[in-house]
């Protein structure tokens, strides 16, 4: 099969109109929650532009936008926030959580400070151990982390956070199994129960 080949460079697309190359795939989102130390309201944002970078020390990233460019990049509240408050919680999500992760993008800290996005979607912070931000009850999975590095690349500035505590719903059981092509993780759970975790672990090519 013939490739297709699209020559990418910095220019910005008219609004309303995509970019040629595909940008970032769909990936499991996480919730990043970060304290506002001015106002005490925590924040929440949504973002798939996040990743694993070392594991000794053990490290992530997470991309924030800081130009407005089209409607889906646009400049973060949360931006300032980590600046400022030099920790955050990465909090990953079910899919029973999909509503509360769409309302938290679409509610906006840079157009108004006062917005308290755990009171708007229903969700719960919980205090950090070690790190001042809070992170959310309702997700199985809460990596606390503190910034040691921002990196500027353009449109996104990267936060380098040291992961230094980690709560789950649970013991994570040793191993790891796959199932129908997902890896899964399994949380014993105090009540006897186990919280199953699983992630898709590649594309699915679905026609040709």
């Avoid at 910095?10 to 990043?32: K, N, Y």
């Avoid at 992530?60 to 400022?84: C, M, N, P």
Wanted: glycine share 10%; hydrophobic share 35%; charged share 25%.
């Amino acid at each position: 099969m013939a490739k297709v080949y699209t020559p990418h460079d910095r220019s910005v697309p008219p609004r309303g109109q995509e970019f040629d190359t595909p940008g970032f795939l769909p990936v499991t989102p996480a919730l990043i929650s970060v304290l506002d130390e001015e106002t005490g309201i925590p924040n929440i944002m949504p973002s798939v532009g996040w990743g694993w970078l070392n594991r000794l020390p053990f490290y992530l990233g997470v991309a924030v936008s800081v130009q407005e460019i089209t409607g889906d990049y646009f400049k973060r509240g949360t931006h300032e926030l980590l600046r400022r408050a030099r920790d955050f919680a990465l909090n990953v999500p079910t899919d029973r959580l999909r509503e509360a992760v769409s309302a938290c993008g679409r509610l906006s800290r840079a157009k108004d400070a006062a917005v308290d996005k755990f009171k708007e979607t229903g969700l719960t912070p919980l205090p950090g151990k070690r790190i001042k931000s809070p992170h959310i009850a309702e997700c199985p999975i809460n990596y606390e982390c503190k910034v040691r590095e921002v990196v500027s690349l353009g449109s996104h500035d990267v936060f380098l956070g040291e992961v230094v505590g980690c709560f789950t719903d649970g013991v994570v059981r040793p191993g790891r199994s796959s199932a129908k092509g997902h890896s899964r993780i399994e949380l014993a759970r105090e009540d006897g129960g186990t919280t199953v975790l699983e992630f898709q672990g590649m594309v699915h090519l679905v026609s040709e």
